[in-house]
């Protein structure tokens, strides 16, 4: 069973729209919450990434929001781009270590 | 700047057969893991190693079997492949107390 649930499992947006993940996790002991991006044939990238310390961290375009209590978080994209379309990851770890991943979304963004 | 570098990008082995996939970081990062990469999975952990000697298993360690003898490489051995180690396979390594993963471009496995 994944200790990192994500969704949607694909999302479509047009250019210029907003695009949002969403992933919940169970194990309180997380520290350390990362995005990844991947395009095809290519391996994953860090995105962006939050502490637990924090509710929401911004980086251009874009955003994590964080929820402690709800054991929520998620990323924001604005003004999505047809560049952005890629499979994006969550994910959760403690002390560095062990890190695990969410099931993934495809991103579609229509021009 | 290499990064991480793995080898072969692409390999098919019959039921039973034996291969190791390569994993080299240029990076003299202490932290180095395996992954592998199923449709509707995401990433699950195969093993990782904190440093030369010293290796742990992640979610899904059956059938894999690693070492670690050198900072530099974390090589990933099948004994006996089976069709069910289909999949793309990803090495990954990181700074000490940094939680960015650097992950190679990753293999393809393809057992028949």
């Known amino acids: 069973q994944q200790q990192v649930k994500q969704s949607p499992q694909s999302l479509i947006v047009q250019k210029g729209g907003i695009s949002i993940i969403n992933c919940a996790y169970e194990?309180?002991?997380?520290?350390?919450f990362p995005w990844y991006q991947q395009f095809p044939g290519k391996g994953p990238a860090l995105l962006i990434a939050?502490?637990?310390?924090?509710s929401e961290k911004k980086e251009g375009r874009f955003t994590i929001s964080f929820n402690k209590s709800a054991k929520q978080f998620s990323l924001h994209i604005m003004d999505s781009q047809p560049g952005d379309s890629a499979t994006y990851f969550c994910?959760?770890?403690?002390?560095?270590?062990?890190?695990?991943f969410g099931a993934g979304t495809r991103l579609t963004v229509k021009p | 700047n290499a990064g991480v570098t793995q080898t072969p990008k692409f390999q098919v082995l019959k039921t039973g057969q034996s291969m190791t996939l390569q994993c080299a970081q240029d990076?003299?990062?202490?932290?180095m893991s395996w992954y592998r990469q199923d449709p509707g999975m995401g990433l699950r952990l195969i093993h990782y190693?904190?440093?030369?000697?010293?290796?742990d298993q992640g979610e899904v360690p059956n059938g894999y079997n690693v070492s670690r003898s050198t900072t530099e490489d974390f090589p990933l051995r099948l004994l006996s492949a089976a069709p069910s180690q289909t999949s793309v396979y990803f090495c990954?390594?990181?700074?000490?107390?940094?939680?960015?993963?650097?992950f190679g471009e990753g293999s393809r496995l393809t057992v028949l």
């Open positions: 939050i502490r637990p310390d924090v």
């Open positions: 994910a959760a770890s403690i002390n560095n270590n062990d890190m695990r």
């Open positions: 190693s904190v440093g030369a000697g010293i290796t």
């Open positions: 194990n309180t002991a997380f520290d350390y």
């Open positions: 990954a390594s990181r700074a000490p107390a940094a939680g960015e993963l650097f």
């Open positions: 990076m003299n990062h202490e932290y």
